[in-house]
Every structure is written in C-alpha cells, then in structure tokens.
C-alpha cells in the first residue's frame, strides 16, 4: 500500500468583510494532505486519511476508510510517495518525489 504526503492549492473563502484592496491581494490556499492512496486515474488521487477496520456479522473484515479526500492533480505542487508492508511499516528505498 502506498501512502502519500501532498501539498496542494485550493480557494480562499472568506465570510468576513474584505477591504477592496484585500480582496484583489486575496491567495490561494496551500493544502497539505497525507494519506493512503486507495484511487488514482488520470486526473486526480484519492487519499483515504482514516483506515476504518471493523467486524462484520459474519466476522469478516472489510477494507473500508473515512475521510477520503481527491484531490486534482492538476492542483498538486508536491507528492512524496512510499510503500508500506502489510504492517504499516515503510519499504526501504520505495520513496518517490
């Protein structure tokens, strides 16, 4: 499994009340994500940021997660990426920058 680390932008909201001059000056906000990379297709990766292990009725435990945020890549700055065992415990030399 891979987890991943990404800095990435996304829009200012604000609710308060902006000067005309603040709100011209008004940046993007840099976003940074970590998590377990459960999708990817051309256009965007999916991180899931909690594993949410359970027991079902039948004792099987399905592979199920909350908070599973995409991201578009075309937003991403920066990914690092590495590989884990079964463990959670990192894979040497699996690093991607």
Same mark, same amino acid.
């Given at each position: 499994?891979?987890?991943?680390?990404? !800095? /990435? %932008?996304? =829009? @200012?909201?604000? @609710?308060?009340?902006?000067? +005309?001059? &603040? =709100?011209?000056?008004?940046?993007?906000?840099?976003? #940074?994500? =970590?998590?377990?990379?459960? $999708? &990817?297709? !051309? $256009? *965007?990766? #999916?991180? =899931?940021?909690?594993? /949410?292990?359970?027991? &079902?009725?039948?004792?099987? %435990?399905? &592979? *199920?997660? #909350?908070? %599973? *945020? *995409?991201?578009?890549?075309?937003?991403?700055? +920066? @990914? %690092? !990426? /590495?590989?884990?065992?079964?463990?959670?415990?990192?894979? !040497? $030399?699996?690093? +991607?920058?």
């Amino acid at each position: 499994m891979k987890v991943v680390y990404v !800095e /990435w %932008v996304d =829009a @200012q909201h604000t @609710q308060g009340v902006l000067s +005309r001059q &603040e =709100a011209e000056t008004e940046a993007l906000l840099l976003v #940074r994500s =970590a998590g377990l990379l459960v $999708g &990817e297709d !051309e $256009g *965007t990766l #999916r991180l =899931a940021e909690d594993y /949410w292990s359970h027991v &079902e009725s039948d004792g099987t %435990v399905p &592979e *199920t997660y #909350r908070h %599973v *945020t *995409t991201i578009p890549k075309i937003l991403i700055k +920066r @990914q %690092v !990426e /590495w590989e884990t065992d079964n463990k959670g415990e990192k894979v !040497e $030399g699996a690093d +991607r920058f």
